[in-house]
């Protein structure tokens, strides 16, 4: 009942609702030497415990509490006596008798609380989220009404709101478990390897579906080590699509290897398979398809394809963490593959961090030693190796978020399928193409602004409070890096037309309905008044 409680809660506060309040059974053991109640981080897991006050000495016809915390959640306790707590939200009330101490009361924010009719002699104990914050206060009834009713269309829409994540007044946070991780991280003394990243380990190459997965410093290592590992090196040349982030090239170039570009795919932005056997020489020793945006390359047609020239496949997988192709998930498709865990990622730790996945144990060894110093013994160094490491801080916060992937996934799933059915037939909007042997988990939400007003369109949603970001501005080719560098006769049109045009909307898993409808709406607007206007 409980867990059915908590996901009512989380799925009102994302369609932009309130959270509810609920009873929580709380452990009392009772015998002949008294009670004895436990609270717990385990019998509260909606919030770390920062405070904790208590009332007595209530005369009965008192009342306490009229406010409200925007932020704060509580537990309340009565420890003696009984007490009736009074609870409303602006538009609907709720009243709990609390009479024994086996009971307490969760109170989310945003819900005005009265105390009143206590027995005589009642104590009520009460557990906070934070210590005490004045500013977290509503002490008015009429303000707190105004702040239920403000104008949720004068707030931003944030493009990726991180904060969310953590913040003990949001549901579907995951700070207070990313807390507890870390406490256990650093209180297990060991903080290089150890059991916070093997246990990782281990848990990501279950769910990607494969044998082996190593966690690294962050998703460039990765590439560089996978590159490595199947002995990619100087005169070989790597396969890899010419519209992605530049790590992917860059990876190449570290191990002395030559990246050879290849166009994209324009309804998907992922690597064109049919383009590739062509760009195939004598020195070619890879192919890196990149799962762009979190949908995964057609993989069945590159596996025959390197299989027949003799070729290593590698999964360029850093957006597309749950993403799955025909049965399989991203990171079992390849001969290796490589992750980013980079903050805004799918599955984000909280700072950099990556991983390897492969399903042969040789490969899998090899990297180990490659990313500890080339040393698979201490002081023994096989190969020229480098330091990339996961550190066990962010295994312990990656292990946590992980368990809530496929649920985030889905969320994403439902947002983007709101986008595309309400944006459908939108005039001068491409919206992306989703294949059907494909699940894919909306990394980016991206779209092309067909009429060369992408700057328009995205003041347009500026000056309405809504953020967006650009899913690159520049192909591989086209970076100053690259400025002489000499492809041949390729011709990339699809990546820098893809470039001059894609522009990203909101798209997080703690985004609300509503924010969504925002961002569609200011879509919609715009676009009848650039028809309006005739194009112009």
Sequence with gaps: MLGELQKKAQELARRGGAEVP???NILVIQNEQGSLGIVDEESVPEFNIR?????TNLPLAASRGAHAHKKLRQLLICLQGAVTVELSNGSRTEVFRLAKPEQALVIPPGWWRVLRDFDLHSVVGVLASETYDESDYIRDWDEFLAWTRRDDDARSVPFSPLTRHVAAGDAGSIGVAAERAAQRAIRSGQYIGGEEVSSFESAFASYCGVDHAIGVANGLEALELALMATKVGPGDEVIMPAHTFIATAFAVERVGATPVLVD????TSLLDVDKVAAAITHRTKAIMPVHLYGQIVDMEPLRSLAES?????????AQAHGASYRGRRAGSLGTIAAFSFYPTKNLGAFGDAGAITTSDPALAQRVRELA????????EHTSIGMN???DPIQAA???EKLLHLDAFNERRRDLAARYLSALAGTPQLALPKVRQDASHVWHVFQVRVLDGKRSALQKFLTDRNIGTNIHYPAAVHEQPCYSGRDWGMQEFANASQICRETLSLPLDPLHTDHEIDRVISAVKEYGRVHASRGGE
Excluded: C, P, Q, T
Aim: proline share 0%.
């Design 372 to 379: 500890n110093y080339g040393s698979a013994k201490r002081y």
């Design 264 to 267: 994209v795919d324009l309804e």
């Design 397 to 399: 916060f990656l292990k």
């Design 51 to 55: 405070r904790f006050y208590f009332l």
């Design 309 to 317: 020239h003799g070729l290593v496949l590698i999964e360029d997988a």
């Design 22 to 24: 609920f009873v929580r």
């Design 388 to 390: 990339s490491r996961l």
